[in-house]
Antibody
């Protein structure tokens, strides 16, 4: 069974930092392109960023609102994806989902499957 | 960035009737090299993550009922539920994956009339 399980969310003050994790099982994580997508309360979906599989360079891309503040990394030995969030702003408040945009060994572009998400609240 | 605009924002349809959602991209998502349209559709029910329904604009994901369908050209796309069931109440999103960043429409809420 394919599973993506996020953790690490919580309440943080503006300017603070938080690291999210996403543990993957049921498919070959090291062969997967992985993304983070967020959803502010009552709002739509917003792509945050992605990391390619190592054999495709392992490089990252970020959405403009988070570029320079967020860092995506992966540990293939632990089947784990990370999102390091620094200099957090109130507008970063959202549920953060990890998802794969290619778990068959190549980039697909659509997101499937998704984790259940972890809630990040940025507030003083 | 490619802007995805869905219409309507919400619609109420009687059980068994057709529901149609439109999605317009600010530029073509049709790749001339393979003639594929880089567009996906998702369903999100309350408290759940999005679920992929359709990719390549019209290819149903495995296990998705055939009452769900997608079509469209390079910039104008349609998602149809041919006969609305109670379990189809949800918010539906389109997403382009033609270029980075991938972008989503604002969502369309489908309810029972």
């Amino acid at each position: 069974e394919v599973q993506l399980v996020e953790s690490g969310g919580g309440l943080v003050e503006p300017g603070g930092s938080l690291r999210l994790s996403c543990v993957v099982s049921g498919f070959s994580f090291n062969d997967a392109w992985m993304s983070w997508v967020r959803q502010a309360p009552g709002k739509g979906l917003e792509w945050v960023g992605r990391i390619k599989k190592k054999s495709d360079g392992g490089t990252t891309d970020y959405a403009a609102p988070v570029k320079g503040r967020f860092l995506i990394s992966r540990d293939d030995s632990k089947n784990t994806l990370y999102l390091q969030m620094n200099s957090l702003k109130t507008e970063d408040t959202a549920k953060y989902y990890c998802a794969t945009d290619g778990n068959s060994g190549w980039y697909e572009g659509w997101f499937d499957p998704w984790g259940q998400g972890t809630l990040v609240t940025v507030s003083s | 960035d490619i802007v995805m605009t869905q219409s309507p924002d919400s619609l109420a349809v009687s059980l068994g009737e057709r529901a149609t959602i439109n999605c317009k991209s600010s530029q073509s998502v049709l790749h001339s090299s393979n003639n594929k349209k880089y567009l996906a559709w998702y369903q999100q029910k309350p408290g759940q993550p999005p679920k992929l329904l359709i990719y390549w604009a019209s290819t149903r994901e495995s296990g998705v009922p055939d009452r769900f369908s997608g079509s469209g050209s390079g910039t104008d796309f349609t998602f149809t539920i041919s006969s609305l069931q109670a379990e189809d109440v949800a918010v539906y999103y389109c997403q382009q994956y033609y270029i980075t960043p991938p972008t989503f429409g604002q969502g369309t809420k489908v309810e029972i009339k």
